[in-house]
């Protein structure tokens, strides 16, 4: 299939998907927030998709309904993501990033943790790993973390149960677990609390870090997926934004943690410039990956690689109240990536 053909089928696809029922709920909430006719929302809407490659999502995440059109060209939005992953990463060597064993084995030096490839061990190898850990995180492949189980050894009565149950939850790698660092801890201490950073490898061949945010999980979840996440300051590694609750289409924000009060504003992410040493190093690994999100946890003992997204989330690089000005993030990728303009 060719690259036209893969974007006429992907169209094609978000057609079918197509929510009116969705549309008439986002078209519903706006009206509430600003008061404009309904019927003129939805043709905006209509306009916004055509013109920019926007979704419902994009529209009210982003604030469109306030957004003249040349602020709105700058964004990044569904149709244009779908672009920018086509044209930035090569589809052969996104699939190491699918595949979590395969990612731990190729990027071991970044990973820098015990891990056993659950898909394929023998009762041996599991037997090794179970002696040599008390705790371990179970995870499959492109779940985002909603299948994802914290193993500890204790809770089995020997390897050879350890090994019947990862295969019977058919995991896809049991990684040695992450504690993060002592500062993070304070924050939120009941999930792995992670860095997404995203690396941009430009038009001469460097690896760029483009984008970072830190987040926390929240409710006494174990994982930071749909928790709360703030941009962090590239320069400095602290946190000048409140932070979001993690749905974006609400307008939701946070200056202290909701379940610890853990004042955020201010926050300073420890080992911030270690962490992007070692990113920077990560990206040019595999050159023909431009555009990666990397998630990032910090330990006491440094920042180590959880896991990398061939397909990073864009929705959090430019959400109104984490950000100065109106403008989207195109302007910046397209200083790193001229090339792109011809893309997007």
Same mark, same amino acid.
């Given at each position: 299939m060719t690259i036209m053909e893969n974007r006429l089928a992907y169209k094609l696809r978000v057609v079918r998907n197509m929510s $009116?029922?969705? =549309? *008439?709920e986002f078209v519903d909430e706006i009206h509430e927030r600003?008061? *404009? /006719?309904?019927?003129?929302?939805? $043709?905006? =809407?209509?306009?916004? @998709?055509?013109?920019? #490659?926007? #979704? +419902?999502?994009?529209?009210i995440t982003y604030h469109f309904y306030e957004l003249t059109d040349p602020y709105r060209a700058t964004y990044m939005t569904r149709m244009k993501s779908k672009k $920018? =992953?086509?044209?930035? /990463?090569? %589809?052969? @060597? @996104?699939?190491?990033?699918d595949d979590k064993s395969r990612f731990d084995e190729v990027f071991r030096e970044f990973v820098a943790r015990d891990f056993l490839d659950a898909k394929n061990c023998t009762r041996e190898e599991a037997a090794r790993f179970y002696r040599d850990n008390k705790k371990g995180f179970g995870k499959k492949d492109l779940t985002c973390g909603t299948d994802a189980e914290i193993l500890t050894m204790e809770d089995f009565a020997d390897s050879d149960a350890f090994y019947d149950y990862i295969k019977?939850?058919?995991?896809?790698?049991?990684?040695? +677990?992450?504690? /993060?660092h002592e500062k993070i801890r304070e924050v939120y201490p009941l999930s792995l609390n992670t860095m997404r950073m995203i690396t941009v490898i430009d038009d001469e061949g460097k690896p760029q870090l483009f984008f970072a945010a830190q987040k926390f999980g929240r409710d006494g979840r174990f994982v930071d997926v749909r928790g709360l996440h703030a941009p962090i300051d590239l320069e400095t590694g602290t946190i000048k934004f409140p932070f979001h609750s993690g749905d974006t289409t609400t307008d939701d924000f946070y200056t202290e943690h909701p379940n610890t009060g853990y004042l955020l504003i201010g926050f300073e992410v420890p080992l911030f410039e270690e962490a992007k040493e070692m990113i920077l190093r990560?990206?040019?690994?595999?050159? *023909?990956? %431009?555009?990666?999100?990397w998630d990032v946890a910090v330990t006491d003992r440094g920042p180590v690689i959880v896991e990398g997204n061939d +397909?990073?989330?864009?929705d959090y690089m430019q959400l109104?109240?984490?950000?100065?000005?109106?403008? #989207?993030?195109?302007p910046d990728l397209f200083r790193l990536v001229p090339s792109l303009k011809n893309v997007l």
């Open positions: $009116l029922g969705l =549309m *008439k600003t008061g *404009k /006719n309904r019927l003129s929302i939805a $043709l905006d =809407m209509v306009h916004c @998709a055509r013109r920019f #490659g926007s #979704g +419902y999502h994009d529209y $920018l =992953m086509e044209y930035m /990463n090569d %589809r052969d @060597a @996104a699939s190491i990033f019977k939850k058919e995991f896809t790698v049991v990684e040695e +677990y992450i504690v /993060n990560a990206a040019a690994l595999i050159p *023909k990956m %431009r555009y990666v999100g +397909y990073t989330a864009y109104p109240g984490q950000q100065e000005g109106k403008e #989207g993030i195109l």
